[in-house]
């Protein structure tokens, strides 16, 4: 082996820098173009580099790159025959194939299920900011099952069904009757049985006090109650979200009630006003309007009523002797009475 002489070393250097720093002047330019196909893979990389971030805009960057890296290809294989410029485009084209496999991998790991499901999540779990693996977390507690119930069928009766499971409606309207008596409905995204959820401890047992039928055809989830209790002891973020849920849902539900009790002038009594304690407590102020010889005594006046104003009488509620026990007995089982026609001013 041969070694240069140092001047030598740096002559060559020099002229090293010189190549690469000073551009050789071009004598002129050619009228020839580079064929269809190097301007059609040039023009799916410009189209390439316009995706965005995250899974689907990786995915569509390597998706318009794989075939611009082909047309290269073909473009270096059949115009210019250089087997470096092959060499290097199908290299690129193997890594841009290799990404696209990997990115359809982790959509398929990271989805749902069931077209269902990702409609729940989108509507309901995505707006709360509820992360996809918590998601389906969730859904695992009901083994990704939809359940399905026929209008006229019924999913609960007062009295006989235990409280054993907690639902939530995908699809349909669910009737809710006391008694035979209409109380509301429960709608899609809505939880069917969180009260009786809510009224029970984890060790404790019960039965609905209400008759849930469908009124259509009805698509659900359902949590065995064993298991979501599980669930929410293990993950206190599920926990939260759950309590809040429930609490929305279970405040829906008595809004619901509020609008169906109307005062005889029409107004929308509010369910906060003190004056609703008359209304819905009356089995302990049935007797004291009737002294004990059978004369009517006065008005009750409350100590904290300021404009000192009675209620009037009402013809659902009992009075005297002329409804007797059974009236007494017909309006605690039946509906809440209507609500007074004055109420004080807080």
Sequence with gaps: MTLLPFSDMIEQNATLLENLFSAPVCNGWTNNTEGALYHLGNAFLFLGYMGGSGAYGCLFIFGFLTPSFLCLILWSWMTICGPDAVTWNLLLLLACLMQICHLLYRLH??????????????????????????????????????LEMKAGETYAVEGKTPIDRLSFLLSGRINVSLEGQFLH????????????????????????????????????????????????????????????????????????????????????????????????????????????????????????????????????????GDAGSRGTARFQRSRAPLAPTDTPKL
């Design 185 to 320: 409905y429960i709608h899609r995204h809505q939880f069917l049985d969180s009260p009786e959820w809510e009224s029970l401890r984890p060790n404790e047992d019960g039965k609905f006090q209400v008759t849930l039928t469908a009124e259509e055809d009805c698509r659900y989830v359902s949590w065995r109650r064993r298991r979501l209790f599980s669930l929410l002891s293990k993950d206190r973020y599920v926990c939260r979200l759950f309590a809040v849920m429930l609490g929305y849902d279970i405040a829906e539900k008595l809004y619901n009630l509020n609008n169906k009790l109307y005062i005889k002038s029409g107004v929308l009594l509010d369910i906060r006003l003190p004056s609703l304690y008359h209304v819905l407590a009356p089995s302990s102020q049935s007797g004291e309007g009737e002294a004990p010889d059978g004369t009517e005594r006065p008005p009750h006046r409350e100590p904290d009523n300021p404009t000192g104003r009675t209620w009037p009488s009402d013809p659902e509620l009992p009075s005297g």
């Design 109 to 146: 790991k990271e989805g749902l299920p069931s077209e269902e499901l990702t409609d729940l999540y989108q509507a309901v779990y995505l707006p709360l900011g509820v992360p996809v693996q918590v998601f389906k977390e969730i859904s695992g507690a009901f083994e990704n099952k939809v």
